[in-house]
């Protein structure tokens, strides 16, 4: 799969600002410093789109992508970069840590078509947990992804995995894709799953 154009649409700080359009969305959610950004990055095969940022909880708007592939199911959609979570404290509820921007573009968006959470592969927080159960219980299912692999020890990573798997709550055959923005790893597998979540979507209007 190539991708032909990755480009900075515009930051949105209230959803009057949401793009207008028919394209379909997908949505990146985790916590501040998980790696997302250089997640975002490396799927691209770009170097500075989303900007890797060492200050955490530093973006609060809603950042959008548009994104063009050599797959049919991907060929044109908007990737979003939503603020991340985890620099408020941990009483709080989601909702009010992570803001009615959050609420209202997770809740209400139409045109979004799957949301991408990325948790770190060595540490879970409730956080992390809440988010899941929050983004089930608006029907939601994230795609869960396990960043900085190459963290890991070979000799560890398929404990420290299950590990994670399990501290999530995930079912046992549910998805946690290992990913190493620093090697690559996990690349091909997270195209692919964005891939059948894009399909699924044109069987269900054919
Ligand atoms: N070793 C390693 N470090 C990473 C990886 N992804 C991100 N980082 C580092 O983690 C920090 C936070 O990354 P960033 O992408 O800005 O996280 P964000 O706040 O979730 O957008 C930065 O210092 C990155 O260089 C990874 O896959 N492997
Ligand atoms: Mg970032």
């Known amino acids: 799969m190539k991708i032909f154009a990755a480009e900075f649409i515009k930051s949105c700080v209230t959803p009057e600002q949401f793009p207008s359009g028919q394209l379909h969305e997908i949505a990146f959610v985790g916590r501040s410093n998980v790696g997302k950004s250089s997640l975002i990055n490396s799927l691209l095969n770009r170097r500075d789109l989303a900007k890797v940022s060492r200050t955490p909880g530093k973006t609060r708007a809603v950042n959008v992508f548009l994104i063009s592939t050599s797959d049919p199911a991907l060929s044109q959609f908007h990737l979003v970069d939503l603020p991340g979570y985890g620099f408020a404290k941990v009483s709080k509820s989601v909702r009010t840590q992570w803001g009615p921007l959050l609420e209202d573009y997770l809740v209400d968006r139409a045109p979004l078509l799957g949301v991408v959470m990325l948790v770190d ?16 219980s608006i029907r939601r299912n994230p795609l869960v992804v396990a960043t900085k692999v190459d963290k890991l020890k070979p000799s560890e990573r398929v404990r420290t995995l299950r590990q994670t798997h399990r501290a999530l709550g995930l079912a046992e055959g549910e998805m946690l894709i290992p990913y190493s923005s620093v090697t690559g790893d996990g690349r091909e597998r997270v195209w692919g799953a964005l891939r059948d979540v894009a399909g699924s979507l044109r069987k269900d209007l054919a």
Do not use: E, G, H, N
Request: proline fraction near 0%.
């Open 121 to 136: 592969s060595r540490v879970v927080t409730d956080q992390d947990r809440q988010t899941i159960a929050w983004l089930r």
